[in-house]
């Protein structure tokens, strides 16, 4: 069974760089058939994605948070991590990684998560 | 403001029929298939419906989706309450050079 796990500060001061890792347990990033995603929750709020990446290093962002995200993996570790640049108190959320999965090459949806690290942006 | 748009709350009582509507827009439900997430808090969110209709392995029957138009919508039956959750819809939108839409959640009680 896939496992997911979050791993980072907790806490992060404003303009600094929010830095999140995920560690995959369980399968193979390398696989191949998947994507590697980041998507948060701002508290009371809905589910905002970030972006993913495939094991080759291909990426695709959210467009409103595209200039601040950078998503790497490390497939000798089996984790990705995520970076957000610029941090303010509105990127205060919980941060879930997630594994998409695709039928054909076309991402269907999210079939794996994270239980999710809550990161707070203050000074 | 999500793009998907669900009620904030839903409710009834055990061995009840529900149902949580999800409506979109031609660029995201219109022309991309539907999923749906049920969310304990403080858990990891659990794929319960993907390709509008398809329930992963160990998904009770309970649970089935279904989509028309530029509407989704996930039907409980036999309510139970353990069922008692956050749900989420979630599509692709072509927008924006693609991203991915989730509404803003159902809060479901199992009175």
């Known amino acids: 069974q896939v496992q997911l796990q979050e791993s980072g500060p907790g806490l992060v001061k404003p303009s600094q760089t929010l830095s999140l890792s995920c560690t995959v347990s369980?399968?193979?990033?390398?696989?191949?058939?998947?994507?590697w995603s980041w998507i948060r929750q701002h508290s009371g709020k809905g589910l905002e994605w970030i972006g993913y990446i495939y094991h080759s290093g291909n990426t695709r962002y959210n467009p409103s948070l595209k200039s601040r995200v950078t998503i790497s993996v490390d497939t000798s570790k089996n984790l990705f991590s995520l970076k957000l640049s610029s941090v303010t108190a509105a990127d205060t959320a919980v941060y879930y990684c997630?594994?998409?999965?695709?039928?054909?090459?076309?991402?269907?949806?999210?079939?794996?998560w994270g239980q999710g690290t809550l990161v707070t942006v203050s000074s | 403001q999500s793009v998907l748009t669900q009620p904030p709350s839903a409710s009834g009582t055990p061995g009840q029929r529900v149902t949580i509507s999800c409506s979109g827009s031609?660029?995201?439900?219109?022309?991309?298939?539907v999923n749906w997430y049920q969310h304990l808090p403080g858990t990891a969110p659990k794929l319960l419906i993907y390709s509008n209709n398809q329930r992963p392995s160990g998904v009770p029957d309970r649970f089935s989706g279904s989509k028309s138009g530029t509407s989704g919508s996930l039907a409980i039956s036999r309510l139970q309450s353990e069922d008692e959750a956050d749900y989420y819809c979630a599509a692709w939108d072509d927008s924006l050079n693609g991203i991915w839409v989730f509404g803003g959640g159902t809060k479901l009680t199992v009175l």
């Open positions: 369980g399968g193979s990033i390398s696989s191949g058939g998947h994507y």
């Open positions: 031609s660029s995201n439900i219109g022309s991309n298939t």
């Open positions: 997630a594994r998409a999965f695709t039928i054909l090459g076309v991402v269907q949806g999210f079939d794996h």
